[in-house]
């Protein structure tokens, strides 16, 4: 980031937030532009009314200070002439208390303005809920008005309404003023003429409000100006002046840089681009810039202002202690967030009585630090220096955590390539398609929905009643690619081991594998490969006969437009963000806008690629996760080549669809930017009663069974391809999940501690000339994998790591134990075990029933 941006982002960025803040939620009020610019204008210059009426005083001050010293001045520059003139002007300036400063304090007004009007001139001029907008006789609020129509001519009437208004507001503040005052101001009115002439009507519209605001206050106000008492800075001055300075800058560290770099910490990977790999800790750069901007430089403002410094250090105070408390003590969990900081399905509601608990609190901490510092302010003078330096210790930590694990991303600067799945008419074939978060249960409804799919997934027997070893995926594939060596218990088992070793190994076995029995082997985007968020496919290095290739991406022709709206957002929103976790509780939803954090454009853009629905049949926003992912199933196709050889082949691949849940368009199931499914819907209410009922009543599950509709229906064209191909028959398939989904639809399934439904993975299993499709209820787990994949093809097959063979167990619960655990991030769960968490065993026949489930303990 340049110089400029930063300087930018300093002075006028936290003004634009917070113009973007007021009409956002006036608008969302009223939903009327055009009033909602009189609000923002009114409420702007409320705001900033107590900084110009102490402006104004310090430039009536100034102007009398030189209007006093005026005549002895000019007698000095005509009796004396040269150096001689020079040091008596200094001697005279000294004795009277005139310094070079007074000019500056002369034009505060000016300079408050100034960047006043660049905020606005940035919000108003690019607002495109403004275009086509009527507003009274203006037409279009988001063009220059053209109220005065001459032939073939057209006159802007709003902004010579606007100049001569600031004249007359001008006149009556300055009718006692100098002609040079005079001019400058009159000066000032003409170059806003020019510069806003052809903006945008609700720009000027905007600052002709403002106009009239000023005129009235004038009015009222002018024969109120009293100078400004000249005061000597005291001793408690400069030290109330050194407190503010301390606090400020401890604000800004820790809204601005430590809450955000910290929360990058979390999930450096998750910020990284496939295809553009870039240190996501750049964004800290801007987040920190608007902290300082609004906690330094206007906070300053106000404290440099202040009529008493005192209280005014005593708000940054308060301040500080409501921020502290409102993170650590008033944090609440809505639900975990994407990349572009949206609660992904987040129930963002929040408790009355939590809400008036944090109100006392915050009353009774304003209180008590007004109390204390009035009489003892020397104790929050000690107090700010471990808050500044707990902020400091940690964001410098922080930033060198996330450097530090962007430089184990260096492979994604390696050459990638693209995959070519080659598939044999004369050899077998074997296909294993982990489809991340995948839910066993939908699939029942889907081919309930889309009975053409029957033909498509002829030949597949479909187990309903699949059990995940695990909730997360860290701990539900291993088992899945590896078989039952890897299964958490086992895993744990191996203490001597790192869990990245043994993750890597069960991504290895049916690769090593096969590729041992000279089979053509291609593996794409294997899960969590060397326990990184994206994933690191060189542990596939060195293995003759294997092709590793990363897709996740790859094939989305929008990337390059969503990395431009993920740099932008992250930009913006990331201080936004961290306001949001240090507010009040009655202010976070305000200020979490459902993920827009109150940025009309973003809401009101089909660009968007973070999804927020409105119910669970409407929604706009594409997201960008499923277009990475749903992009590589619809590749498939093209990146397939049909031999004559008699080599086999397997590909094993995972895929994020069904992992990234979206509102899609009916009956089709793709992306689009703005849904509206209500009618489809209300017509086919019953699709969600076959076999076990599914309440599908909140945008989370609906979103979750289209990405996972969307995933089976991609599938279904490769498998029809492959049919065209005359390769169908002689590939056996597998189409499996690490884990289901955390959803709350079905009665018996979730309960306080524990969700089945989060335990039943899609199982989907093809075998070579298997023909019809058929419902299997056998307890069946995703471990079975290996066995499926290899059963009768390859002899005497075994692990090739531990010399184990593979073994089915299904029907046999009592042998087996699952680990409910949610600590899916491998770059924290990363020892030689997996962190403690619950384990219970399956001592019934439904897997979707809790009283199916036994709790064992936690270890």
């Known amino acids: 980031m340049d110089m400029l941006k930063i300087l930018y982002q300093i002075v006028i960025g936290p003004l634009q937030l917070l113009f973007e803040f007021v009409f956002s939620r006036s608008y969302k009020l009223i939903g009327n532009p055009g009033i909602c610019i009189v609000i923002l204008s009114v409420v702007m210059n409320i705001l900033a009314l107590p900084l110009y009426r102490r402006a104004d005083m310090m430039q009536k001050q100034a102007a009398d200070k030189m209007k006093a010293v005026q005549p002895w001045q000019d007698r000095i520059r005509k009796t004396f002439k040269g150096d001689e003139r020079f040091m008596m002007l200094q001697a005279y300036n000294r004795e009277k208390g005139v310094k070079p400063s007074d000019a500056l304090k002369g034009s505060v007004s000016l300079l408050l303005e100034i960047p006043f009007f660049i905020a606005a001139f940035r919000m108003l001029s690019s607002l495109q809920i403004l275009n086509g907008k009527s507003f009274g006789p203006i037409s279009d609020l988001g063009s220059p008005d053209g109220l005065i129509a001459i032939g073939a001519v057209s006159i802007n009437l709003l902004p010579i309404l606007m100049t001569v208004i600031n004249l007359v507001s001008s006149s009556i503040y300055l009718k006692d003023s100098d002609m040079k005052g005079k001019i400058q101001l009159y000066g000032i009115a003409a170059i806003f003429l020019v510069l806003l002439y052809n903006s945008p009507a609700g720009l000027v519209f905007y600052w002709t409000c403002n106009n009239i605001f000023s005129l009235v206050k004038n009015i009222i106000m002018v024969n109120m100006k009293t100078p400004v008492k000249k005061k000597k800075a005291s001793p408690e001055e400069k030290g109330?002046?050194?407190?503010?300075?301390?606090?400020?800058?401890?604000?800004?560290?820790?809204?601005?840089?430590?809450?955000?770099?910290?929360?990058?910490?979390?999930?450096?990977?998750?910020?990284?681009?496939?295809?553009?790999?870039?240190?996501?800790?750049?964004f800290l750069v801007n987040s920190f810039a608007l902290a300082l901007g609004t906690f330094m430089v206007w906070m300053g403002v106000i404290f440099f202002l202040s009529s008493s410094r005192k209280i005014a250090n005593m708000v940054i105070i308060s301040l500080s202690l409501i921020f502290i408390l409102d993170y650590y003590a008033f944090y609440r969990n809505y639900g975990n967030l994407n990349k572009f900081l949206v609660i992904a399905f987040g129930d963002f509601y929040i408790l009355k009585e939590d809400v008036l608990m944090n109100l006392a609190v915050i009353a009774m901490a304003a209180i008590l630090v007004f109390i204390l510092y009035k009489n003892r302010p020397v104790i929050f003078r000690i107090a700010v220096i471990p808050f500044l330096m707990a902020g400091i210790i940690v964001s410098v930590s922080a930033v060198i955590s996330i450097n530090s694990t962007f430089r184990t991303y260096d492979y994604l600067n390696s050459e990638n390539g693209t995959p070519e799945i080659t598939l044999s008419r004369e050899g077998k074939n074997v296909i294993v398609i982990m489809l991340d978060r995948a839910q066993g249960f939908m699939f029942r409804y889907i081919m309930e929905e889309k009975p053409e799919l029957l033909s498509t997934y002829d030949g597949f027997t479909y187990y309903p009643n699949t059990v995940s070893f695990g909730r997360v995926t860290n701990i539900g594939a291993p088992p899945l690619f590896g078989g039952y060596d890897y299964t958490p218990d086992r895993m744990n088992e191996r203490s001597d081991e790192s869990l990245m070793d043994k993750h890597n190994e069960s991504l290895l076995v049916m690769p090593v594998l096969f590729s041992e029995r000279d089979y053509d082997v291609v593996v794409c985007d294997a899960p969590y490969a060397n326990y990184k968020m994206i994933t690191d496919m060189s542990i596939y290095d060195g293995?003759?006969?294997?092709?590793?290739?990363?897709?996740?991406?790859?094939?989305?022709?929008?990337?390059?437009?969503?990395?431009?709206?993920?740099?932008?957002?992250?930009?913006r929103n990331l201080f936004c963000y961290s306001m949001y976790l240090v507010s009040p509780m009655f202010m976070r939803s305000p200020v979490y806008d459902r993920g827009y954090y109150n940025d009309l454009n973003a809401e009101y853009t089909s660009e968007n690629f973070f999804q927020v629905p409105t119910s669970v049949s409407e929604a706009r926003g594409i997201s960008a996760d499923f277009l990475d992912s749903y992009s590589v199933l619809e590749a498939l196709p093209g990146l397939t080549s049909v031999t004559d050889d008699e080599t086999g082949s397997f590909f094993m691949m995972d895929n994020n669809t069904a992992h990234s849940p979206m509102i899609l368009s009916e009956p089709d199931y793709v992306p689009a930017a703005d849904v509206d499914n209500t009618l489809y819907d209300s017509q086919n209410r019953d699709r969600f009663t076959y076999?076990?009922?599914?309440?599908?009543?909140?945008?989370?599950?609906?979103?979750?069974?289209?990405?996972?509709v969307a995933a089976i229906m991609a599938l279904g064209e490769w498998f029809d391809y492959m049919r065209e191909q005359g390769v169908y028959d002689n590939t056996r398939i597998i189409i499996v999940a690490d884990h289901g989904a955390e959803l709350h639809c079905l009665e018996n399934g979730t309960g306080d501690n524990f969700n089945a439904i989060k335990m039943n993975p899609l199982l989907l299993y093809k075998d070579f000339d298997a023909t019809g499709f058929t419902i299997c209820d056998d307890l069946m787990t995703n471990a079975e994998v290996p066995y499926l994949a290899t059963d009768d093809l390859l002899e005497d097959a075994v692990n090739p790591f531990t010399g184990n063979p593979f073994i089915s167990m299904r029907n046999c619960p009592e042998d087996m134990i699952f680990f409910n655990s949610n600590d899916y991030d491998v770059e924290i769960n990363n020892g030689n075990t997996f962190m403690a968490g619950d384990w219970y065993r399956l001592t019934g026949d439904d897997i979707l029933d809790l009283g199916s489930w036994e709790y064992q303990g936690t270890w």
């Open 543 to 571: 293995y003759d006969g294997i092709s590793a290739y990363r897709t996740e991406g790859f094939f989305n022709d929008r990337e390059a437009d969503i990395d431009a709206s993920l740099e932008d957002t992250l930009e």
């Open 240 to 282: 109330e002046t050194v407190t503010f300075i301390t606090y400020a800058l401890a604000l800004s560290i820790f809204v601005g840089l430590m809450i955000p770099a910290d929360f990058l910490r979390r999930s450096v990977g998750d910020f990284i681009s496939f295809t553009d790999p870039s240190n996501p800790g750049r």
């Open 691 to 708: 076999g076990v009922s599914c309440e599908v009543s909140n945008p989370d599950t609906m979103a979750h069974y289209h990405a996972n």
